[in-house]
C-alpha cells in the first residue's frame, strides 16, 4: 500500500492520490502514522471531518512538529484546521503557545489552529502573548486576533491598552 501513495524517492505523498490516501489513512494504523509523520498535511483533506479525536492529537503533534523543523505548510483555508479540534486541545497547545524556545513560525501555527477549533482555556497563555512586550508583534497580533474571537468578554477587555498603543510602542 505504502508503494502506491508515497512517491518512490521522496517521502511525500503523490499528488494525484492525496485524496485517497487521507481517505484509506482513516481505517489502517499504519499508513496514518506514516502519512502523519513525513506529509501531515494530507491529513487534512477530505477526510479529515472523520478523523478520531486520537487521530486528530496525533495530527496536531504532526503538524506542528513539521513547523518546528521549518518545514513549509501549505494550508489553504482556515476551515480545514477546524478539523484537528479534540476534548484535549488546550493541553496539547497550550506547552507550544507558552515555550518561547519554540519557532515562532510553529507558535503562530498553535494561536492559529486555537482559533480555528475554538479552542477554550487558553485565554490566560494567549493574553500573555497578546500583551508581552518581548514577543514577536506578528505573534501578539494573531494572539489578539484569537481573544477577539475566542476570548471571553474579560479577556477581551483586557486588550484595551494594546488599542492605546502607538506603532512604536507596539
Known amino acids: 500500500l505504502r508503494s502506491l501513495v508515497f512517491h518512490p524517492r521522496r517521502r511525500r505523498v503523490i499528488p494525484q492520490v492525496r ?3 487521507s481517505w484509506i489513512a482513516l481505517r489502517n494504523e499504519k499508513l496514518f502514522a506514516e502519512i502523519a509523520e513525513f506529509d501531515p498535511e494530507v491529513l487534512l483533506g477530505s477526510a479529515a471531518p472523520s478523523l478520531s479525536n486520537e487521530q486528530r492529537r496525533i495530527l496536531g503533534d504532526a503538524l506542528l512538529r513539521s513547523c518546528d523543523q521549518s518545514e513549509v505548510l501549505h494550508i489553504r483555508h482556515h476551515l480545514e484546521l477546524r478539523h484537528l479540534a479534540h476534548p484535549a486541545l488546550t493541553e496539547q497547545l497550550k506547552p507550544v503557545l507558552v515555550d518561547s524556545e519554540r519557532s515562532m ?3 503562530y501555527f ?3 489552529i486555537a482559533r480555528d477549533c475554538a479552542a477554550t482555556g487558553l485565554g490566560d497563555t494567549l493574553l500573555g502573548i497578546a500583551l508581552s512586550d518581548t514577543e514577536i508583534h506578528d505573534l501578539r497580533t494573531i494572539a489578539s486576533y484569537a481573544i477577539a474571537d475566542i476570548g471571553s468578554e474579560e479577556e477581551r477587555g483586557q486588550l484595551r491598552p494594546r488599542l492605546q498603543a502607538t506603532r512604536e510602542t507596539d
Open 110 to 112: 498553535a494561536v492559529r
Open 105 to 107: 513560525a510553529t507558535r
Open 19 to 21: 485524496e485517497v490516501a
